[in-house]
């Protein structure tokens, strides 16, 4: 094993110990000692992988992608690019998103942006991937004549705009009832953008 591979696993590991214990105290009250702690190594090594909180929180924000990936790729079973779109968009307004990264850490590092370019600058990187990945499903479909929707871009956009905007409301809806109410209602208009019922 070469120590590339080495220092990206133990990066790995001090980026999920910073997960775990930002989704328990908040990021504001993660510290270098705790992760070494959690990871029962000391404190100058987590300093070698990373050298400061910000490079962390990159790595953080690194680590959501990762996660929001798996919204992307859903199983195998989908063999036509239509299906697989839909199967995308299902996911997009559901709890997958929960299941993969916590609200509370996602927004902890959207509010990081107002005060760190570098944050804001790499958490606007995230949001253009994902919007890319969808425009490139939809561009999929308009290319194979699947869906009248002409714009993957202009499409990818409106229905990110859509699931930012639902999901900021929804975590403040406690009645799961309401929630699901709302969050159909969201999911048909996002289906409409590319021409299609939900």
């Known amino acids: 094993m070469g120590r590339k591979s080495l220092k990206e696993g133990q990066q790995k590991k001090i980026i999920q110990a910073f997960y775990d214990i930002a989704r328990i105290e908040g990021i504001e009250n993660v510290s270098f000692g705790k992760i070494a702690k959690e990871l029962d190594m000391h404190q100058s090594l987590v300093v070698h992988y990373f050298s400061n909180k910000d490079e962390m929180l990159l790595g ?16 195998d079973e989908y063999q036509d690019p239509l299906s697989k779109l839909k199967a995308v968009l299902e996911n997009i307004f559901s709890r997958k998103w929960n ?27 995230l949001h253009v991937l994902l919007r890319k990945w969808l425009e490139k499903l939809i561009q999929n479909c308009i290319d194979q004549k699947l869906i009248i929707t ?31 109410k709302h969050l159909e209602r969201y999911k048909r208009e996002a289906f409409k953008v590319l021409g299609f019922s939900s």
Request: charged share 25%; with cysteine.
């Open 150 to 180: 002409q714009d993957a871009e202009e499409a990818a956009d409106i229905i990110f705009v859509i699931s930012d905007g639902a999901y900021y409301y929804l975590s403040m809806i406690a009645d799961q009832d309401l929630y699901n």
């Open 60 to 75: 953080l924000i690194d680590f959501i992608l990762t996660g929001y990936q798996n919204v992307y790729e859903p199983q």
């Open 99 to 125: 299941s993969y990264v916590d609200d509370s850490i996602f927004y902890n590092c959207f509010a990081l942006i107002f005060r760190n370019e570098k944050i804001r600058d790499h958490f606007r990187d």
